[in-house]
């Protein structure tokens, strides 16, 4: 969900204490936490902070399947909570009746195989939409009109993820993402095919083309806000009329985790509205804590592609698990990716 | 301790540990992998134990069921990932091969520092330095600013993420694997022969073609090998820049590994790119031993 593709696995140790041996390891997406937040728990409980990062929920999974221990949090998307719950990776905490639990808005406790939320803690939220130079692509409003761009001869890029990209087909053909037809995702990879003349690349790397004006548009994530406020001349952020994904991560615990306990402190730790709103503030995403709204700043509470109104929520669609059916979206991609 | 006990003792301490490590590195993997490509995808990855001919019937012409159909792409995306591995190793012979020339006539310390030049890149990471060639190469980059600085073009010429930046990107990486088999070949050149050839009325022409290039072949042969073998599997550059558009097989096979969650088909694509390499090499092999024959 986050922007590196190609992981560059860091391990941060965060303010070192002489006097406490104790450490919690993280293993989180990306650039995917505020490192205020992590230093606050360390100063707050005294128990150190390691991080590592990935670049794709499957890439979490692999390792965490091949064995890799001392792992004792990840942030997996609502639908990869619900994958490692049945292989039986996650640990109970019994976070849903923790004290402080009522922050937390019921309705992101989306978790199919988790609906009281005894494992995980929901973590953060956003959505997928489109990122564009203003001076070239002007006012686009939809996923048509970003299309166009490319008809036009201007440059476009998408997401290199199978159900992203199939996932636009779906959401303009007026179906779900989470389409098990192969008919339905077989016409989602035609629509993409359709429009691919402007298409010069799949990739994650796209904001900085946008902003140079290499690329006049790109399918993006809701991050892209960040770059839109140190640019707000050059580039904007939209989610496209016609709707778009969503996504969800949560905070779990591992079953195999060296420290339980510091994991258990550090959910109830991120309950806190003003450690959510720290959060929000560096990362400029959706925090599922209602208190933490109301201390967020401004510019981000009013920003109507972070937090979008009622009508436009019920636009977004996130992905669950599709088991077997994965396959279909798997061949339809490589025939994406392989029309010229 | 009779003589033919001594012997084989001794064969078998020179041989046991090359031995093991072909099986434990070698065979052990491969075997897993054509193990692999004959079962069932497990739902999150991993396998099931269902026997499975279909991941081979996807490639080759037989699969038709709701996950497992034939396509003709996953051919077109082998050959193109063949031609395209055939053209890096052209292109870096091109290069390597004056260069190897022109850096054995160097005076030995300076020489020495050439060939340190060739290998420095290994020192930096191969992802920031496809990045860098991301820099170059897109519209508004050095290459085009420079093209356009100088009157040579109007507007931007499409580099990034075409079938050129995969070849230039994979030549860059694999110029040191061409180049230090090239240059212990031509480093031996017997300079001798080469004045024999010209004294005796040789062109220049015929020097290379009939002294030089026969005496360099050996080089020419082992560089290529392990430049196409490497460059036939690369998964980043094409991906990075080729724009995850110029599709080659290690992306399909990566893909079937992690966000497809499909190992046995990825395996079997493996299998395929395995079997290529075999032939390649077992051809090298065939080829060398003639060239030593005659």
């Known amino acids: 969900m986050k922007k590196l593709h190609l992981a560059a696995t860091t391990a941060l140790i965060l303010a070192p204490l002489a006097a406490s041996a104790e450490t919690l390891s993280l293993y989180n997406w990306g650039d995917y936490i505020n490192p205020a937040v992590l230093e606050a728990f360390t100063e707050e409980t005294g128990i150190e902070v390691t991080l590592d ?46 004290p402080g639990f009522e922050n937390i808005d019921p309705q992101f406790v989306r978790a199919k195989t988790d609906p009281d939320a005894e494992y ?8 997928v939409g489109i990122v564009y130079n203003k001076a070239l692509a002007g006012d686009i409003k939809s996923w048509a009109d970003f299309f166009a761009l490319g008809a036009e001869g201007k440059k476009i890029t998408l997401l290199d993820d199978l159900r992203e990209t199939i996932g636009i087909g779906l959401i303009v053909n007026g179906n779900s993402v989470n389409s098990t037809d192969p008919d339905e995702v077989e016409a989602a990879a035609d629509y993409i095919i359709d429009h691919i003349a402007g298409v010069t690349a799949f990739t994650y790397d796209s904001v900085p083309q946008v902003i140079s004006g290499d690329v006049a548009a790109a399918h993006w994530y809701v991050g892209a806000n960040l770059y839109v406020s140190e640019n707000p001349d050059t580039i904007g952020y939209i989610i496209p009329e016609e709707g778009a994904t969503m996504y969800q991560e949560d905070i779990c615990v591992l079953e195999s985790a060296p420290n339980k306990e510091a994991a258990q402190k550090f959910l109830e730790f991120y309950l806190k509205p003003e450690i959510a709103a720290m959060n929000v503030e560096q990362q400029m995403n959706g925090t599922p804590n209602k208190p933490a709204q109301a201390l967020i700043p401004e510019a981000i509470a009013a920003n109507e592609t972070i937090y979008p109104s009622q009508d436009v929520m019920d636009k977004l669609q996130i992905f669950e698990d599709l088991g077997r059916d994965l396959q279909l979206y798997n061949s339809e991609w490589t025939r994406i990716k392989t029309a010229q | 301790m009779s003589l033919a006990r001594r012997k084989f003792l001794q064969l078998l301490g020179l041989l046991g540990a090359p031995t093991v490590f072909l099986l434990v590195f070698f065979f052990g993997p491969l075997l897993i992998m054509l193990v692999y490509s004959f079962l069932t995808p497990g739902l999150y990855g991993g396998v099931d134990w269902i026997f499975s001919h279909l991941n081979y019937g996807r490639i080759l012409g037989w699969a038709d069921t709701r996950y497992e159909k034939f396509d003709p792409v996953y051919i077109a995306i082998f050959l193109r990932s063949l031609r395209l591995a055939a053209l890096t190793v052209l292109a870096s012979l091109l290069v390597c091969y004056p260069a190897a020339f022109w850096i054995s ?17 290994f020192f930096v990471s191969l992802i920031v330095r496809l990045f860098a060639w991301v820099l170059i190469l897109r519209p508004t980059g050095f290459l085009n600013q420079g093209l356009m600085g100088l009157g040579l073009t109007d507007a931007p010429i499409e580099f990034l993420y075409t079938d050129f930046a995969v070849i230039l990107g994979m030549t860059y990486v694999f110029i040191p694997f061409m180049f230090l088999p090239l240059y212990g070949s031509i480093e031996k050149l017997d300079m001798a022969q080469i004045e024999a050839s010209s004294d005796l009325g040789a062109t220049r022409l015929q ?83 003639r060239e030593e024959r005659s």
């Open chain 2, 105 to 121: 006539r160097m005076r030995p310390g300076l020489r020495d520092f050439a060939i340190f030049l060739v290998t420095l890149p």
């Open chain 2, 207 to 289: 020097t290379f073609r009939k002294v030089i290039l026969p005496a360099t072949m050996p080089g020419i042969v082992g560089g290529s090998v392990i430049t196409f073998i490497p460059a036939l599997g690369n998964f980043i550059v094409p991906s990075v820049l080729g724009g995850a558009k110029v599709l080659m097989i290690g992306n399909l096979i990566e893909q079937q590994f992690l966000s497809a969650r499909n190992w046995p088909f990825g395996s079997a694509l493996a299998m395929l790119v395995m079997t290529a390499v075999l032939v390649l090499l077992i051809a090298q092999f065939r080829l060398a031993g």
């Open chain 1, 120 to 127: 995980c803690l929901p973590y953060a939220w956003g959505n």
């Open chain 1, 53 to 98: 990062s990935y670049g794709s929920n499957e890439e979490m999974l692999a390792k965490i399947q091949a064995g890799a221990t001392g792992y004792d949090i990840v942030f997996p998307s609502v639908h990869m909570h619900d994958i490692m719950f049945q292989l039986g990776l996650l640990a109970k905490t019994h976070i849903g009746k923790a």
